[in-house]
C-alpha cells in the first residue's frame, strides 16, 4: 500500500478523535450538565449528543473507512460489505434511539418539536441516512441488482454517503451552538465559562475528524484493490466492482487498439467512474 | 460533454440557488431586520449574513465549478486559473469586510468577540481559505513552481478547497442559529413565527446550493479536458495538468509491456492523481 505510514497515522488519529468526542460528549453529559437517565427531564435530553456523536458521527465516520484497513483486504467483500452495513445499522439506530430522546424530552416540557434549522436539516439527514442503507442493502447486499445498475448507483451511493456524512457533522455543530445559548446563562455563552470553551473544543474535534475521514475516503490510492483477472471473477460470479475493471481492461485494449483522443476520455471516464467503487 | 443537459440544469439550479440565497439573507435583513448600514448598532451587523452568503457561500461555490463549463475548454488554462482565483479573491474580499461588520458591531455593543464556535470555526476557515488562495496563487499561476510540486499540491489544493467550502457552509449554519435564537424573543424561535420559517428555508437552500456544487466538481467526467499530445505541450512549455497526462501516457507504455498487476495498479493512482486536476 502506497503512503502505508500515512495512512496508519490518519487512521490512528481518525479513531483518536473520535473516541476523544465520545468521550468529551459524555465530560459534558456527566460533569458539566444533569447526568444521563430517561426521565423525561434535562438528564433523558443528554442521550441527544452522546448517542449522535457515539453513532452518527464516530460509527458513521468508521463505517466510511471500513473498506481501506488494507489487513481487511483479503477477506471477501461479501464480509466487508456485511461490516459496513453493520456499522452503519448502528449508527442509524443510535441516531434514531437520540431522536426518541429528544422528543420525549420536548413534550415532557412542552418544548416544541422541530422548529430549528438544527431539526430540520437533521431529520432529514436521518431519513436520507435510512434510505441510503435499505437502497445499498437492496443494490448492492441482496443478488437481485443487475451489474449495469450496480455501477450506475455507485458513485451516487458513494457520494451521498460522503454527503450525508458532512451534513451530520454540520448538524452535531448547529446542535452544540443551540445547547450552549439555550444552558448557559449565568455565566452566559458569551462570557466563555470553561463548559464553552470544553464544548466548543468538542465542535473543533468533530470538524477534525470528518476532515481526516473524508481525507481518507477520497484517496484513490488508498482503495481496496479489486481483483484483476476477468475470467476468475466470471468463475467468482462478480459484482459490479468486478464489471468495472473489466471494462477498465477492454477499454485499454481499445486504446491499445485506436489511441484516439476519444477513445483515452471514454477510458478516463469509466476509469474515474470505477476509482468510484469500494466504500460499499 | 457526457451528461450535457444534466450538467446545464445542476448548472442552472446551483447559480438559481446561489442567488435565491443571497436575495433570502437581503430580504432577511431588509424586511425582518433592521436593514443595512454602516453605524455600529444592528443595521451593520447585518452586512455579516448578506456578504458571506454572497462571496463566501455563493461566490466561492461558482469558483470551484467554474472550470467545469464546457463553453470555457476553449480559453487557454490560464484565463481560466485567473478567473479561479479572481472570484475566490472576491469571495475572500467579501467574507474579510463580513468579519469587520460583526467585529465593528460587537464592539461599539460591548458584547465580546471570539465566544462561540461559530466564531472559532469562522475565522479558522477564512484563515485558512487566505492561505489556499496565496498557496494556489504561488504554485499554480506564478511560473516558478516545478511540475512535480504543482502534482503534489493539486490533490491536496483540491481537497481543502471542497473542505473550506463545506466548512464555511456548516458555519453559516450555525451562524443562522444563533442569529435567530438572539433576534426572536417575542415570539420566540420555538414558536416559529414567519421570520424563523423564511431563515430556516434560507438555511436549507445553502445546503442544497452546497450538494449541487459538490455534486459536479466531483464528477470525472464533467472536467476540462486535458491535451493528449505531449510532444505539442513540451513545446508550449507544459504544466502541471501537461505533466501528470504525460506521466499517463508512459505508464500507459510500461503497463502494455509488463501487463503486471503491480503496474497496473500504479499507474491507477496515477490517473487517478491526474483525476484530480483541473479544479485549479
Known amino acids: 500500500m502506497e503512503g502505508y505510514g500515512l ?26 450538565r444533569e447526568g444521563l437517565a430517561w426521565d423525561g427531564d434535562a438528564a433523558e435530553f443528554n442521550w441527544h449528543p ?23 483486504w483479503k477477506c471477501s467483500k461479501l464480509l466487508m460489505k456485511l461490516i459496513h452495513a453493520g456499522l452503519n445499522t448502528i449508527a442509524l439506530i443510535l441516531a434514531i434511539i437520540s431522536l426518541v430522546a429528544v422528543f420525549d424530552f420536548h413534550n415532557a416540557k412542552k418544548i416544541p418539536n422541530m422548529y430549528s434549522l438544527h431539526s430540520w436539516i437533521g431529520l432529514t439527514a436521518v431519513i436520507l441516512y435510512a434510505l441510503q442503507l435499505v437502497l445499498g442493502f437492496a443494490v448492492f447486499l441482496l443478488p437481485f441488482a443487475p451489474l449495469s445498475l450496480r455501477a450506475t448507483i455507485m458513485p451516487i451511493h458513494v457520494y451521498s454517503g460522503l454527503l450525508i456524512f458532512g451534513t451530520v457533522i454540520a448538524t452535531a455543530l448547529m446542535g452544540i451552538t443551540e445547547k450552549l445559548i439555550f444552558a448557559l446563562k449565568s455565566p452566559a455563552y458569551s462570557s466563555s465559562p470553561e463548559e464553552a470553551l470544553f464544548v466548543n473544543t468538542l465542535g473543533v474535534l468533530i470538524v477534525v475528524f470528518g476532515a481526516v475521514v473524508l481525507w481518507m475516503a477520497t484517496r484513490p490510492h488508498w482503495k481496496r484493490p479489486a481483483e484483476h483477472n476477468p475470467k476468475l471473477l466470471q468463475q467468482n460470479g462478480g459484482n459490479e466492482e468486478e464489471s468495472t475493471m473489466t471494462d477498465y481492461n477492454n477499454a485499454d485494449k481499445t486504446d491499445v487498439e485506436f489511441n484516439s483522443e476519444a477513445a483515452a476520455r471514454k477510458r478516463n471516464a469509466k476509469l474515474d467512474e470505477a476509482g468510484q467503487r469500494s466504500t460499499m
Open 50 to 72: 452522546v448517542l449522535v456523536l457515539t453513532g452518527f458521527v464516530f460509527v458513521q465516520g468508521i463505517a466510511i473507512i471500513v473498506y481501506r484497513l488494507p489487513w481487511t
Open 7 to 32: 495512512f496508519l497515522g490518519l487512521l490512528g488519529s481518525a479513531v483518536a478523535l473520535g473516541f476523544l468526542s465520545v468521550v468529551f460528549a459524555l465530560v459534558w453529559a456527566l460533569h458539566y
